[in-house]
T-cell receptor
Framework: NAGVTQTPKFRILKIGQSMTLQCTQD?????MYWYRQDPGMGLKLIYY???????DKGEVPNGYNVSRSTTEDFPLRLELAAPSQTSVYFC?????????????FGPGTRLTVT | DAKTTQPNSMESNEEEPVHLPCNHS???????IHWYRQLPSQGPEYVIH???SNVNNRMASLAIAEDRKSSTLILHRATLRDAAVYYC???????????FGAGTTVTVRA
């Protein structure tokens, strides 16, 4: 299994541009998540999905959109990029398993908006 | 969400044990204690979790206080590869998400 893969690894955007961060998992997990991590900080949840066709907002959803048309893919869309969206973005997935919350993370996408 | 408190940083020598404390005085009976770590320039990875009893796995041990208001992650013999940020997180079994705080930055000296 490749686990959780993210593309691209790095990206520089100009203010006002748009882009889509790709995330794919091959573990047949129902739950998928997008986080952002600013320098020296913990992760903040942007959006999550509990299954294909179902998405919901996390703590910091403004400026982002998501879709979940398949179990495997959970792309994150940035419209009208702003410098405040400069961050490292992590995608994650997990299966529902009672008390264990083993979440699998991708390697991250480092985004700079200038 | 129930809150956890961890020291900002800890240092250790290679081959020595590391004890990482976590306070969670407002923990509820259904909260599981999870630990994740984040190596430099990588996404977080799961380390261990427990509910009431102490737990061991190949990466670490988790010691949980009898009143569950605190726990300690134990790395038995630190290596340079264990240098990372360690997060202590409470997870409620019917919840959908993890909440990451700032964690403890562990430095391992050769």
């Amino acid at each position: 299994n490749a686990g959780v893969t993210q593309t691209p690894k790095f990206r520089i955007l100009k203010i006002g541009q748009s882009m889509t961060l790709q995330c794919t998992q091959d573990m047949n997990h129902n739950y998928m998540y997008w986080y952002r991590q600013d320098p020296g900080m913990g992760l903040k949840l942007i959006y999550y999905s509990v299954g294909a066709g179902i998405t919901d907002k996390g703590e910091v959803p403004n400026g982002y959109n998501v879709s979940r048309s398949t179990t495997e893919d959970f792309p994150l869309r940035l419209e009208l990029a702003a410098p405040s969206q400069t961050s490292v973005y992590f995608c994650a997935s997990r299966n529902f398993d009672g008390g264990s919350y083993e979440q699998y993370f991708g390697p991250g996408t480092r985004l700079t908006v200038t | 969400d129930a809150k956890t408190t961890q020291p900002n940083s800890m240092e250790s020598n290679e081959e020595e044990p590391v004890h990482l404390p976590c306070n969670h005085s407002t923990i509820s009976g259904t909260d599981y204690i999870h630990w994740y770590r984040q190596l430099p320039s990588q996404g977080p990875e799961y380390v261990i979790h427990g509910l009431t009893s102490n737990v061991n796995n190949r990466m670490a041990s988790l010691a949980i206080a009898e009143d569950r208001k605190s726990s300690t992650l134990i790395l038995h013999r630190a290596t340079l590869r264990d240098a990372a940020v360690y997060y202590c997180i409470l997870y409620r079994s019917n919840d959908y998400k993890l909440s990451f705080g700032a964690g403890t930055t562990v430095t391992v000296r050769a």
